[in-house]
């Protein structure tokens, strides 16, 4: 005895192609979206950062890189200020910035998946 199933699913090729779509889209959205929300970080740090000469906040950069943004200072003393030594107070610069904009990050990624939706529905 055996028994032999067979289902057939319409637009079953569709779907796949639709997913493909917003795979792509989601990808190019969540690049765009980070890389202003990177840009607004390193804007927020360098008006925060202590200026004395103006090399730190020269030094200080955002970059994107598929999911992941960088936002750093290349200073060699740039840790010294953020992070204070035990003769000098800290004076955080990144990481308030960071935290301003944390709210916003969580709107870049519904932003993304709504505008990839859109896209691959179309």
Same mark, same amino acid.
């Given at each position: 005895?055996?028994?032999?199933?067979?289902?057939?699913?319409?637009?079953?090729?569709?779907?796949?192609?639709?997913?493909?779509?917003?795979?792509?889209?989601?990808?190019?959205?969540? #690049?765009?979206?980070?890389?202003? %929300?990177? $840009? @607004?970080?390193?804007?927020? /740090?360098?008006?925060?950062?202590?200026?004395?000469? =103006?090399?730190?906040?020269?030094?200080? #950069?955002?970059?994107?890189?598929? %999911?992941? $943004? @960088?936002?750093?200072?290349? /200073?060699?003393?740039?840790?010294?200020?953020?992070? =204070?030594?035990?003769?000098?107070?800290?004076?955080?610069?990144?990481?308030?910035?960071?935290?301003?904009?944390?709210?916003?990050?969580?709107?870049?990624?519904?932003?993304?998946?709504?505008?990839?939706?859109?896209?691959?529905?179309?």
């Amino acid at each position: 005895m055996s028994i032999e199933t067979s289902i057939a699913v319409e637009g079953a090729e569709e779907f796949k192609a639709a997913m493909e779509k917003f795979d792509s889209a989601m990808q190019r959205h969540v #690049h765009l979206q980070l890389s202003e %929300w990177a $840009a @607004n970080v390193e804007d927020l /740090a360098k008006q925060l950062v202590p200026v004395r000469t =103006g090399y730190l906040r020269s030094t200080i #950069h955002a970059r994107v890189q598929d %999911w992941n $943004a @960088n936002i750093d200072a290349e /200073a060699p003393y740039a840790a010294v200020i953020e992070f =204070g030594t035990r003769a000098m107070q800290a004076r955080p610069y990144l990481y308030p910035a960071v935290m301003q904009q944390l709210l916003r990050l969580e709107q870049v990624f519904c932003e993304a998946v709504d505008a990839a939706k859109t896209e691959a529905t179309t």
